[in-house]
């Protein structure tokens, strides 16, 4: 579709995959809704664009990626994707050892260890901070202290950011310290149980709502990071 008021993203992404496949691409606008309803009709289709190879319908742009090998088939796939935490957690360690090169000289240090894990809280809970509402509902299905306390829900968001902020800025560690040990040792808990004793199938709600991250190794290890870091902060300042 090309109109005044709409230029089709996913025909632009459809036409860039073939181009890159090697396909010479011949182009058809639908430029008024009318051709677009009509053109719909005649195929039996529900959505644009729609693209041919040698006069056989392949489908849409997902279907595209479908025939060239990119995705698997509907069939085939699970709905569970690492991605999210992989990107976060991965950012966050590149942070970490640009602030440690920064600061000390040297990628490798026991600080960047810190900011790793302190921005990786902050991070994560940016995502569950853009719909605290749908992570408050995914969380109920296994945190025994939100169910507990639903409020622990909407609250357990804000608590994560404060503590991986003020944990990255090295401040208010009698504030920072308890707090992570608190949803850490909760969370910890919580999804050991659901997982490894209850046996329970789940999405995780660490990366906020829509997330296809399964409750398991990933959710535990954030929870457990958050638990050390808490017990670490203040012990290191005791033993300086």
């Known amino acids: 579709m090309v109109m005044p008021d709409h230029l089709c993203p996913l025909g632009l992404k459809s036409k860039d995959l073939l181009e890159r ?3 010479n691409v011949e182009d058809h606008h639908l430029t008024t809704r009318e051709e677009t309803d009509a ?3 005649k195929h ?12 056989e319908r392949v489908g849409g742009y997902d279907d595209l990626r479908v025939y060239f090998g990119i995705d698997p088939p509907p069939s085939e796939q699970s709905g569970t994707s690492y991605r999210p935490v992989i990107a976060i957690f991965s ?4 942070l970490a050892l640009g602030l440690s090169w920064h600061q000390y000289g040297a990628l490798l240090s026991l600080r960047a260890v810190e900011w790793f894990i ?10 569950k901070l853009r719909d605290v509402e749908s992570f408050s509902t995914m969380f109920l299905n296994y945190d025994l202290l939100a169910r507990r306390w639903v409020r622990y829900g909407y609250i357990y968001p804000y608590a994560e950011a404060l503590a ?17 040990i608190l949803i850490g040792a909760a969370g910890a808990i919580s999804i050991f149980k659901a997982v490894y004793i209850d046996r329970r199938e789940l999405k995780c709600a660490c990366v906020g709502e829509g997330s296809s991250v ?5 959710s535990l290890t954030e929870s457990l990071m958050m638990l ?5 902060m203040p012990l290191k300042a005791w033993l300086i």
């Open 118 to 127: 302190s921005l990786s809280m902050t991070m994560l809970a940016v995502q």
């Open 214 to 218: 399964p409750l398991g190794f990933v």
């Open 21 to 23: 496949q090697g396909f």
């Open 228 to 232: 050390g870091m808490g017990i670490w």
């Open 44 to 55: 039996g289709v529900e959505t644009t664009p729609q693209t041919f190879v040698d006069g």
């Open 164 to 180: 991986g902020i003020l944990m990255t800025a090295g401040a208010l560690v009698w504030l920072a310290s308890p707090v992570a």
């Open 39 to 41: 053109f719909k009709a």
């Open 91 to 94: 950012v966050a360690a590149l």
